[in-house]
Nanobody, 127 residues
Framework: QVQLVESGGGLVQAGGSLRLSCAAS????????MGWFRQAPGKEREFVAA????????LYADSVKGRFTISRDNANNTMYLQMNSLKPEDTAVYYC????????????????????WGQGTQVTVSS
């Protein structure tokens, strides 16, 4: 059984930064692509960023491109999301997820590509 645990969320002012972490256990972390998604109140969950199993390719939603950076440390089974220049519209619960397919060469943006999800961490950006 795979476990994903997010941390690092909190309250920050607009223009500030946060770094989210996703600690993984239960499966060979380094063999799978990973992704971040978010869900704002009253909205559907949406894709934020994804990274391939070795970290060679990344993919970002247009809304966060240039402000967020996804990375991973396979030696420590951890993925990160560095969020800079935060905006009130970034307020959401952020979830990390693990891709179903091992050794995928391309990061994927669709939810159905992922089979394990964390419990989420709240990010609130005040104006």
């Amino acid at each position: 059984q795979v476990q994903l645990v997010e941390s690092g969320g909190g309250l920050v002012q607009a223009g500030g930064s946060l770094r989210l972490s996703c600690a993984a256990s239960g499966r060979t972390f380094g063999n799978y692509a990973m992704g971040w998604f978010r869900q704002a109140p009253g909205k559907e969950r949406e894709f934020v960023a994804a990274i391939t199993w070795r970290g060679g390719r990344t993919l970002y939603a247009d809304s966060v491109k240039g402000r967020f950076t996804i990375s991973r440390d396979n030696a420590n089974n951890t993925m990160y999301l560095q969020m800079n220049s935060l905006k009130p519209e970034d307020t959401a619960v952020y979830y990390c997820a693990a891709d179903k397919v091992p050794s995928s060469y391309y990061p994927r943006a669709i939810e159905t590509a992922y089979d394990y999800w964390g419990q989420g961490t709240q990010v609130t950006v005040s104006s």
